[in-house]
């Protein structure tokens, strides 16, 4: 047996490996439920298992296409092969996804809420009663000729007035 045959029947089993396991995953994948502990770590496993395939085919399609010779063949063994690869690839990204999407709920769930203390102790916000002056700026109305007037009056008003800190400005 040729050394192009040898590899190219352990494809076959590759490939024939990652069909199954290709339809495993689109199985679970439809009944998919984020909630159950075991269907995460099966798409974990999945994954695992779909990284290896991929590994192992490339490797597999990489010594194939050294030993081929006419140039018709290497062609169609490439889009055969692209083939497996991209169908793999998109398995591969819509695993991630939804591991992805479970560890973003999850940091939703698990993250106290901004306005909760995370010791679930009452925190008591001292009432703020400042009464503060009015200030009596004039309106700007735009005429040119009075906005020096204008700006002057509210930089001192607001701008440079010490009494007001970065907050009330």
């Given at each position: 047996m040729e050394a192009i045959e040898k590899f190219k029947s352990k494809r076959k089993v590759v490939r024939t490996a990652s069909t199954?396991?290709?339809n495993q995953i689109t199985l679970l994948l439809e009944s998919y439920d984020i909630k159950k502990e075991k269907d995460r770590k099966k798409l974990?496993?999945?994954?695992?298992?779909?990284?290896?395939k991929l590994k192992e085919l490339k490797t597999l399609n990489k010594e194939i296409e050294e030993l081929i010779t006419d140039k018709a063949v290497f062609e169609?063994?490439?889009?055969?092969?692209?083939?497996?690869?991209?169908?793999?690839?998109?398995?591969?990204?819509?695993?991630?996804?939804k591991i992805d999407n479970f560890k973003i709920e999850q940091q939703h769930v698990t993250a106290p809420p901004v306005n909760i203390p995370a010791n679930?102790?009452?925190t008591k916000r001292p009432a703020t009663s400042i009464s503060l002056p009015k200030l009596r700026i004039p309106t700007f109305s735009?005429?040119?000729?009075?906005?020096?007037?204008?700006?002057?009056?509210?930089?001192?008003?607001?701008?440079?007035?010490?009494?007001?800190?970065n907050v009330e400005v």
């Open positions: 199954k396991l290709v974990s496993e999945y994954l695992l298992n779909v990284e290896d169609a063994d490439i889009e055969s092969s692209f083939e497996y690869e991209e169908k793999l690839n998109d398995l591969k990204f819509q695993i991630k996804s679930n102790a009452e735009g005429d040119a000729s009075t906005f020096l007037e204008f700006i002057n009056s509210f930089s001192n008003a607001i701008d440079s007035n010490e009494s007001l800190n």
